[in-house]
């Protein structure tokens, strides 16, 4: 095994009986999953047996994912497996916070409920949506976002790959104009425009929210989405300014990798940042955390 890095998956991989398996398999897992259940009634629950509409609201997504990453992590350290340096994409990166020790497991928790809150109610202003586009270069999704007033790059998470946010109803022909184009937009399964301006509300009462958290200093390399460096400026600043501002998940990757990141464990109930790995760069190796541990259970 190489140089590890933890990656905490974002909005998008969530799905119903996620960490099911996982809590009745390691106790550590069940613990974590118990702490949440303390000060959110019901989010093991919503977890194991929510319905897929359930958890696509943003307010039980992130708790929910959280739950389920932090879970994972508690397996992971039991273990023995500590990574050099974590990173997270989107509500990922408070989980990747929480396995640098910059905060507790339980703060971390709170933070997430508060930031789905909020995020929520901003989407509930509008009626936004998001896609990921693929086949286009990130110069041309930019130049087609530009046509629209309301639709934003958001998330640029690997070659030939770009999310965007922007109103509904101008969702559609941003679509048909990515078809031309030769590209192709697929809808996300998020409710709301996240890394845009439709989330700047979110973004300063997030920060209010942060401030009041006792921060302490990093244990391990944390990357951040809004540089896609390692965090040199205050927390609260990078945790909250992501909320409406792009991803820069491939610049990200590539940065850990400059750093002499060789393999990456997605934590996560998916595989979506395995396979933008994957994507960024061949050479380096990428599982999900339950591939992981299914092969070093096997050993």
Same mark, same amino acid.
């Given at each position: 095994?190489?140089?590890?890095?933890?990656?905490?998956?974002?909005?998008?991989?969530?799905?119903?009986g996620m960490?099911?398996?996982?809590?009745?398999?390691?106790?550590?897992?069940?613990i974590?999953?118990?702490?949440?259940?303390r000060?959110?009634?019901?989010?093991?629950?919503?977890?194991?047996?929510?319905? &897929?509409?359930?958890?696509?609201?943003?307010?039980?997504?992130?708790?929910?994912?959280y739950?389920?990453?932090?879970?994972?992590?508690?397996?992971?350290?039991?273990k023995g497996y500590?990574?050099?340096?974590?990173?997270?994409?989107s509500?990922?990166?408070?989980?990747?916070?929480?396995a640098?020790?910059?905060?507790?497991?339980e703060?971390?928790?709170?933070?997430v409920?508060?930031?789905?809150?909020?995020?929520?109610h &901003?989407? &509930?202003?509008?009626?936004?949506?998001?896609?990921?586009?693929?086949?286009?270069?990130?110069?041309?999704?930019?130049?087609?976002?530009?046509?629209?007033?309301?639709?934003?790059?958001?998330?640029? /998470?690997?070659?030939?790959q770009?999310?965007?946010?922007g109103?509904?109803?101008q969702?559609?022909?941003?679509?048909?104009?990515?078809?031309?184009?030769?590209?192709?937009?697929?809808?996300?399964?998020v409710?709301?425009?996240?890394h845009?301006?439709?989330?700047?509300?979110?973004a300063?009462?997030?920060?209010?929210e942060?401030a009041?958290?006792?921060?302490?200093?990093m244990?391990i390399?944390?990357?951040?989405?809004?540089t896609?460096?390692?965090?040199?400026?205050?927390?609260?600043?990078?945790l909250?300014?992501?909320i409406?501002?792009?991803?820069?998940?491939?610049?990200l990757?590539r /940065?850990?990798?400059?750093?002499?990141?060789?393999?990456?464990?997605?934590?996560?109930?998916?595989?979506?940042?395995?396979?933008?790995i994957?994507?960024?760069?061949?050479e380096?190796t990428?599982?999900?955390?339950?591939?992981y541990l299914?092969?070093? &259970?096997?050993c």
């Open positions: 095994m190489g140089k590890i890095a933890f990656v905490f998956s974002g909005q998008g991989d969530q799905y119903p960490g099911k398996e996982l809590a009745e398999t390691y106790p550590a897992a069940s974590v999953f118990g702490m949440c259940d000060l959110r009634p019901g989010t093991s629950a919503q977890c194991f047996e929510g319905t &897929e509409e359930e958890l696509k609201e943003t307010k039980n997504t992130q708790p929910c994912l739950a389920f990453e932090l879970a994972a992590v508690a397996v992971l350290r039991e500590r990574p050099m340096a974590v990173a997270g994409f509500l990922g990166e408070i989980a990747a916070a929480a640098a020790d910059i905060f507790d497991y703060t971390g928790f709170q933070l409920c508060k930031r789905g809150e909020l995020m929520q &901003e989407a &509930e202003k509008f009626d936004t949506a998001m896609a990921a586009v693929v086949k286009l270069s990130p110069k041309q999704v930019q130049e087609i976002c530009e046509k629209y007033p309301d639709v934003y790059a958001v998330n640029f /998470n690997a070659p030939g770009v999310s965007v946010s109103l509904a109803s969702m559609k022909a941003f679509s048909a104009e990515v078809k031309k184009a030769g590209g192709r937009a697929i809808p996300l399964k409710k709301g425009a996240f845009s301006p439709f989330m700047d509300g979110a300063h009462a997030f920060a209010a942060l009041k958290v006792d921060m302490k200093d244990a390399k944390l990357y951040s989405n809004l896609s460096e390692p965090y040199t400026e205050d927390a609260v600043s990078l909250s300014k992501q409406c501002n792009p991803v820069q998940w491939e610049k990757v /940065n850990m990798i400059k750093d002499g990141i060789d393999t990456f464990i997605e934590i996560g109930p998916g595989k979506t940042l395995t396979n933008m994957h994507k960024i760069s061949p380096v990428a599982c999900s955390v339950m591939d299914t092969e070093v &259970e096997s």
